[in-house]
Structure formats: structure tokens, C-alpha cells
DNA sequence: GTGAAAGCGCTAACAG
DNA sequence: CTGTTAGCGCTTTCAC
């Protein structure tokens, strides 16, 4: 077993190690470690990278970290009941628009997925483990609410997903979608065809301020058609395939197959797409179905689903961009940042 | 603006200071971050836990973790040439599965998803963040040797996903699913109808050392049946819904339909269902259709397509498990986790 | 160009 | 039960 091997049950190699090694202080060692290459001469530069290879050095963020009173790492709080919160699209999305940018900036994200309940105890709450945070929250709007003022306690700049908020002189960044304008246009579209009876779907689970905000839309879309619809709201329970399924099989077994079905996302639509079909409705000759948060499965869908298109990459990127330019200026330069949306004619209205 | 909301800007509370305003010495007030409350008498606990609370004292962990020497973190590096790694329910699986067990245990997961030509120069391998990393890496079977050889030099504990890999006596836990068996399996399925030509899709992007055994199990299982049938492999470039159509549309236009299409993933495999069915075939009748890594969205297809599930998200679950436990004993119980997989027999086949 | 001293905020170890 | 001392590994600062 070299000295190479022995470093994994042996004690790191230190900054010290290499400097004694290469004969010259830690300073010089820890100037080449950066990049300050200028600092020292070229035999001086040689002789040290020689060591650092030999003793395989690795440098030590913790005590870096400690040092500069930063710690290049942001963290991505992901309130969900569910612990397959990262399956959904939406989510997934803006986690890697984040990730991605934090990575070529040399952050690193780090990504924790919480139970409302576990909320106040986690890690990321009670100590300080990153430069700032960003959080996608769930729950009622009192919730919510408790969520944000526990995390303006954190003292950490702050930028929250898909919430409509006063950020008053807080350290807090907003990203969020028009959703109420999204939903209205999705609610005028099918308004075209004057539906007299028209559904939603959503479910009770997880659900955030932005799907409210998006079913106010819809029924502003469309009650300005000439007649005004008949509108069901209908509870999916989780919003899975076979919850969404089954709330239907219900819900239309009382009142009839609607002219229209508009859900909150695009899981939903398709699993009332495929309860309706089969039970011999086509789409949209006789049910027009729209979705929201087009994601790529989408195209799984027969017919194509009509569905409205959210940049999630996008935001989360930015979110990432926001946030470290935070980290320099001191202060957000935006602290509401609204995304534009695309609406997606496909064949199913 | 009161102190608290000062603190934003200004620097951070210290122990030290609970500990002046306490009335106490730093080390009663750190006992009482940690818990260990029945070591003071219950006045002083009550002003040390009415002055934190007065404070809003947040614990510094880099200053912890540094005294400590242990970072309360596990890397996930995720190798890939698409920005959307994520996207792959498979690897949504693992982190979602990871993350979770990580955040009970007072971990936190940073996820790191890096492009091959970044590998050597990630944080994540050039300092210690982390108490330990986990890698599902991609690339040929040279690139992949080379990123295990980079991070066995990292001197951390390191699990890697889906390699079959010779662990000798280093710090490295393989986890990973028998990928051969259950190709054989499902090759073994379609040999059943006899098929003479059968076509494999597969993405020459991001290419798992698991999708390479899994095509040859997939060869062994169909050469098992009486007539031996004529194999195409088709690549797919990205494997995205428009590559894999445009491949296939090519495929056939030379070849013709085959009697049977077996694709490593479950997207490719609906991309080829729908070319098919659009151009007349039925499905199973003419043509049989195979997928792999049974996912959520799958449903969403017509006829439900025949798959392998596999724990993706107990993979990482016990990537986690594993980890913690290395980190508490020293060593990790076992070198190679080998998962089990489940057939799913739907109305494709 | 190079080095010495000091200290980031916390906790292990021990003393009382 | 409470306090003191020392030091984790690095970088800021300033002196040479």
C-alpha cells in the first residue's frame, strides 16, 4: 500500500504538508492553489506542483470556507409531502437550470427536498450551511406564509418560486409566472368553442399559491366568452394517474361528461384524456382538454395535448444568476422577476 | 429596522456572543446548540435559550465542520452531456432517493451535474466539500475507467452507480442492477413469437456501461429461442423523441418493419410505437415493442408498453444508507449492491 | 518574491 | 454543572 492509498483511512494532507515538502511557507503553497501563479518564482512554482501532485494535496473548503465567511454553495429547499417531489417536471427543471449554473460558477447547489412538518428543523434552516437560499414552498397561503417569515429569520438572501409576495425591504427575490394571465388565456381559448359546462382538475396535494392564481385566470378566460360556462372544480387527491382517474369516473357519473376539461397540469389532462376515450368520447369533437406546464412526456399524449409552456429551466438558471449577483452587489437587483409564458395549440381542443 | 433585521447586512451572531449576553462561557452555550441540555441546570438553559432566540443565533457549520472534520455532505456528481440531465426519470430517481435519506440523517446532498470535458476540474474532485461521493457516470468504457480512477484519487468514500467494476481492495462501493439477466429476460420474451427480424434502439449519447450488457442480454435471450432472428442495432443520436423517429424512419425505409423493436428506455420506445402505428402497423400484432426502466410517464402510451422496472429509487436510497454507514464504521459492508429488476408485462408484446 | 503572525467560529479534552 | 485552553486548515495582512 503506497502513502497514496493510505490517505483514505489516514489523515488528509494539509497545506503545511506540502509547504514543509516543498520547502517554502503555506502562503506561497496556497497563492499556487489559487491561481496566483505570478506570486513566486518558476523554480518556486515548479518544486510546489511537484509536491501537490506527489502528496495528491486536495485543499480543504471547510476551512476555507471558515476563512472567507463564504461558503460557495447555495441551497435549493423543496417543500413537498411527497418524496418523489423531484418527478415532477416543473421541479425537476428548475433544479437543473440551478445546478447548472451554480456549477460553471464554481457553487454548488445543494438540494434538499422537506416535509411542510420537518420544515423548521431542517439543517439548512437552523444553521448556516450555504450562502443563500432559494425555495420552492407548498401548502395553504398561511403556510406559505410561515414558511417565508422562517426563512427571512435565516438572515440569508432569499429567492422564492412561484409566489406573489410583498418583499417589502426584505432581502427576498420573487420568480414567478404570469399565472393568472396564463390561465386566462387558456380560459379564452376554450371559451371559443362556448362550452356550457367545463371542468377543472387539480389536486389537493402540494398545491402552491401559482395553481390558484392559474384557476382564477381560467375562470376569468372563460366567463368572457358570450355565454357563461358551468364550471366544476374537481379535487384529484395526489394528482396521480389513477387519483385523477378515479375523481373523474365521479364526478361524471353524477353530471355527465363536460364539453370541456381544463386541469393544472399536463399529468392530469392526460389521465382524463384516456378515462374519456375509452369511454368513447373524441377529443375535442366532444370534450375539448387543455393541460399546463407542457412537459416533454407530453408528446406520449394522443391527440397532442393543448397546453401552456413555463421556461422552469429558465428560471432556475436565472434564479442562480440572481443570486450570485446578490452575493456581489449586496443587494438583489430585481426583487420581483416575472417569466413570460407560451401557449400551446395542440390538437385536443 | 430593528437588530434583527439588521442581520442581514451586518455580520452574523457568535456562539461567543449568546455566551456574553448569556451570562455564560462559550462551550454551555454550544451544549445547548447540540442538545445536550442536561448538562446545565434549567435557569441557565433558559437564558441561554432565551438569548439565542433574542439573537436569532443561526450555528456557523463551516466553522463545525472544520473543528469537527466531518462536512455533514455527500456529493452526487452526475455525468452528462445534456444540460437537462435531470430529465432521465432514472436519474431523477436516484437523487430524489438519495437526497431524502440524506436530509433524515442531518446530510445534505449536493448535486453536481458536469459535462465529461469538466470532470478533472469540478470542485467537487479538486477539494473536499463532501464526507463522501456518489458518481453515475457516462461516456465509453475508457472515459468512464479514467473518471473512476480521478475519483479514487479524490481519497473519499465513493459509490458509483450502474459499473460493473473491479473494487479491489479501494474505497469504493459499486450499486448497481443485474442488467444482463434482465436484457436476457426480455429477450427471452419477444424469442416467444418467433420474431426473424428485430431492430434495437439505443442513443449513442450518454452511453451507460449498463445500456452495453443490457443489449447483450438482450442478444442472449432472443438467440435462446429456435430460430435464431436477424438484429439490427439502430442508434439513435440523442435518443429524443424526433431522433429516434428519424433513425427508425430510415431503418425501415431500407430494411422494411421489423417484426419486433426493442429499445433500451421506455421513451424511445413510444417515439417508435407512434412512427409505427401512424404508418399502419398494429401493435402487438405486427410488430412487438419493448421498452426499458419502466417510468411514470409510460401510461401516458397506448397499448401500455412491456418494460423492466427497476428501484432507481431505492438505489439511491441505499447509496445513502451505505454511505452514512461507511462513514460511521470505516469501511463499507459490501463492495457491490446488486438490485433486483421486475418484469412488466403490458399489451405491447 | 517570500514568510510570520493572527484569527475565522466552533468544540474536544480536561480542570475545577 | 461550568469554564479554560488549544487548535481544526486556511487566508488576510503586513513585514521583509
Known amino acids: 500500500m503506497t502513502d497514496t492509498d493510505r490517505q483514505t ?12 515538502a516543498a520547502e517554502v511557507s503555506p502562503m506561497t503553497v496556497s497563492n499556487f492553489v489559487n491561481g496566483h501563479h505570478h506570486l513566486m518564482s518558476e523554480e518556486v512554482r515548479e518544486r510546489v506542483a511537484h ?56 457553487f454548488s447547489l445543494l438540494l434538499q427536498g ?25 401548502g395553504d397561503d398561511d403556510q406559505r406564509l410561515a414558511q417565508i417569515e422562517t426563512l427571512k429569520k435565516v438572515g440569508q438572501p432569499l429567492i422564492v418560486f412561484l409566489e406573489s409576495l410583498n ?22 381559448h376554450v371559451a371559443r368553442n362556448n362550452p356550457s359546462s367545463v371542468v377543472f382538475l387539480s389536486a389537493s396535494d402540494n398545491r402552491w399559491a401559482a395553481v390558484v392564481e392559474r384557476m382564477q385566470g381560467m375562470v ?58 375509452a369511454r368513447g368520447a373524441s377529443i375535442p369533437e366532444d370534450v375539448q382538454v387543455t393541460g399546463f406546464n ?17 421556461p422552469a429551466y429558465e428560471m432556475g438558471a436565472r434564479a442562480a444568476a440572481e443570486m450570485l ?8 437587483s430585481e426583487k420581483e422577476i416575472v417569466f413570460p409564458f407560451e401557449f400551446l395549440q395542440g390538437h385536443s381542443t
Request: proline share 3%; aromatic share 6%.
Open 114 to 138: 422537506i416535509r411542510p412538518n420537518d420544515f423548521e428543523t431542517s439543517p439548512l434552516v437552523t444553521s448556516i450551511r450555504t450562502d443563500g437560499l432559494c425555495a420552492l414552498l407548498s
Open 220 to 277: 376569468a378566460g372563460l366567463e368572457s366568452g358570450t355565454d357563461k360556462p358551468r364550471i366544476a372544480s374537481l379535487d384529484c387527491g395526489s394528482g396521480s394517474f389513477d387519483d385523477t382517474q378515479s375523481a373523474l369516473t365521479a364526478q361524471i357519473a353524477s353530471d355527465g361528461i363536460p364539453d370541456a376539461i381544463m386541469a393544472v397540469n399536463d399529468q392530469m389532462a392526460i389521465a382524463a384524456m384516456q378515462m374519456v376515450q
Open 51 to 106: 509536491e501537490i501532485s506527489r502528496l495528491n494535496y486536495r485543499r480543504n473548503d471547510a476551512a476555507r470556507n471558515l476563512r472567507q465567511s463564504r461558503l460557495l454553495s447555495i441551497g435549493m429547499l423543496i417543500v413537498d409531502n411527497s418524496p418523489t417531489y423531484l418527478a415532477d417536471g416543473y421541479t425537476t427543471q428548475i433544479v437543473a437550470g440551478a445546478s447548472n449554473h451554480l456549477t460553471d460558477q464554481g
Open 325 to 332: 449577483n446578490r452575493l456581489n452587489t449586496g443587494s438583489f
Open 9 to 20: 483511512s489516514a489523515k488528509r494532507v494539509t497545506l503545511k504538508q506540502v509547504a514543509i
Open 294 to 310: 407542457a412537459f416533454d412526456f407530453r408528446r406520449y399524449a394522443q391527440p397532442e395535448l393543448t397546453s401552456i409552456r413555463s
Open 167 to 188: 418583499t417589502g425591504d426584505h432581502d427576498i427575490c420573487s420568480i414567478r409566472q404570469n399565472e393568472f394571465e396564463s390561465g386566462r388565456v387558456m380560459g379564452e
